[in-house]
């Protein structure tokens, strides 16, 4: 057998919980949990883009936060560049802090309108102390505004000023003051005109190439990951169905749900004949999951073992893995 070089894992992830309580009453009683991330392991390695897909409500933005240690995880393990940072203490969650950036689907809500693009950007440098002097930040400032495609007028300017598009594009500058290595792409282009969107994947594509990074992209839509993903994972009501490189994926599905994602995926040529696979109804509270495999209510494909028994993800070869009772195929 040929020895080939095992990629680096940046970000490994073992079981992971996130419940959120459920309170009742006057008196706040926690009478129920959410089980928003229920039970997640996977790896992310240096240098790629994982995408994560599923229907809102499915837990992605969860995930996102909660292996930044934005959310206390309430189970499970956290590696991040080989250490462990299940339970780093908040002191020392600043140098991680730096390393580990977020990009939000709505940079307006998270730009303060009251502070000029340049302090937006300049107020990162300030927190982690670099470029401690106001002339070296503002160079700093510039270079960012140069790299996300700004110009350096934009400085003095306020969010409102610019298009959906250039406060992306703030945001992203936002992200990148501290250097971080890794970055949670979190439905950056959901709000913005089909028309730029291609413009926003591009500049995040460039600038990992550029600068080295390594992605978590989250999106609804299968379709917007496809081009920047090395692989995908699909999320159903707190698990991950399915993992697999993006091109085998959209070729070959393996999970029930997988498939009906993308054939739900609207045809460019509206005269083609649609062959759908619907997904029936909506997705379940994650407060009281269907019993067995999660997606049984709503799968085409639904045995009696998938009532009462959860199937765990397995490998499959190719770097693939699913958690269908249909895998591994009965010979
Ligand atoms: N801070 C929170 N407190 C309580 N419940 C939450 C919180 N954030 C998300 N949830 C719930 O967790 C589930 C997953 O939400 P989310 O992670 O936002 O999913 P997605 O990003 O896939 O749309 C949803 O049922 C949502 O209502
Ligand atoms: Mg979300």
């Given at each position: 057998?040929?020895?080939?070089?095992?990629p680096?894992?940046?970000l490994?992830?073992?079981?992971?919980?996130?419940?959120?309580p459920?309170t009742?009453g006057?008196?706040?009683?926690?009478?129920?949990?959410?089980?928003?991330?229920d039970?997640v392991t996977?790896?992310?390695?240096?240098g790629?883009t994982?995408g994560?897909?599923?229907?809102s409500g499915?837990?992605k933005?969860t995930?996102?936060?909660?292996?930044?240690?934005l959310y206390?995880?309430?189970a499970?393990k956290?590696?991040?560049?080989?250490?462990?940072?299940?339970n780093?203490?908040?002191?020392?969650?600043?140098?991680l802090?730096?390393s580990m950036?977020?990009?939000?689907q709505?940079?307006y809500a998270?730009l303060?309108?009251r502070?000029?693009?340049?302090n937006?950007?300049?107020?990162?440098?300030q927190?982690h102390?670099l470029?401690?002097?106001?002339?070296?930040?503002?160079?700093?400032?510039l270079?960012?505004?140069?790299?996300?495609?700004?110009?350096?007028?934009a400085?003095?300017?306020?969010?409102?000023e610019f298009?959906g598009?250039?406060?992306?594009r703030?945001?992203?500058?936002?992200?990148?003051?501290v250097?971080?290595?890794?970055i949670?792409?979190?439905?950056?282009?959901?709000a913005l005109d089909v028309?730029i969107?291609a413009?926003?994947?591009?500049?995040l594509q460039?600038?990992?190439e550029?600068l080295?990074?390594?992605?978590l992209?989250?999106a609804?839509d299968?379709?917007?990951v496809?081009h920047?993903s090395t692989?995908?994972?699909?999320?159903y009501l707190?698990?991950?169905v399915e993992?697999a490189p993006?091109?085998?994926?959209?070729?070959d599905?393996?999970?029930?749900?997988?498939?009906?994602?993308l054939?739900a995926?609207p045809?460019?040529?509206p005269?083609?004949k649609?062959?759908r696979v619907?997904?029936?109804?909506?997705?379940?509270?994650?407060?009281?999951?269907?019993?067995?495999c999660?997606?049984h209510p709503?799968?085409?494909?639904?045995m009696e073992?998938?009532?009462?028994?959860a199937p765990p993800?397995?490998?499959?070869g190719?770097?693939r893995?699913v958690?269908?009772h249909?895998?591994?195929?009965?010979?």
């Open positions: 057998m040929e020895t080939s070089v095992q680096d894992k940046l490994e992830v073992k079981n992971l919980k996130k419940y959120f459920v009742k006057t008196f706040r009683k926690v009478t129920q949990q959410l089980r928003a991330v039970d996977f790896d992310i390695f240096r790629e994982l994560l897909v599923g229907e499915c837990g933005s995930l996102g936060r909660t292996v930044l240690r206390e995880p309430t499970g956290l590696s991040y560049n080989h250490q462990d940072i299940t780093l203490p908040m002191s020392q969650l600043r140098s802090r730096r950036q977020i990009i939000f709505d940079p998270s303060n309108p502070m000029t693009v340049g937006i950007i300049g107020e990162a440098l927190i102390k470029f401690p002097d106001k002339s070296s930040r503002e160079k700093r400032v270079d960012l505004l140069s790299l996300v495609g700004l110009r350096p007028e400085m003095q300017r306020y969010p409102h298009s598009g250039q406060r992306q703030i945001g992203i500058a936002r992200a990148l003051a250097e971080p290595k890794f949670v792409c979190d439905e950056p282009i959901s028309s969107q413009q926003i994947v591009n500049l460039d600038l990992q550029q080295g990074l390594t992605y992209f989250i609804h299968l379709m917007v496809k920047i692989r995908v994972a699909v999320m707190g698990n991950i993992v993006a091109k085998a994926l959209y070729a599905p393996k999970h029930p749900y997988t498939q009906a994602l054939s995926v045809l460019p040529d005269t083609r649609h062959q619907m997904l029936k109804g909506e997705v379940p509270s994650p407060i009281n999951p269907p019993q067995g999660k997606f709503r799968c085409p494909q639904v073992i998938c009532r009462h028994q993800l397995i490998s499959i190719e770097g893995q958690a269908c249909l895998y591994p195929p009965k010979a």
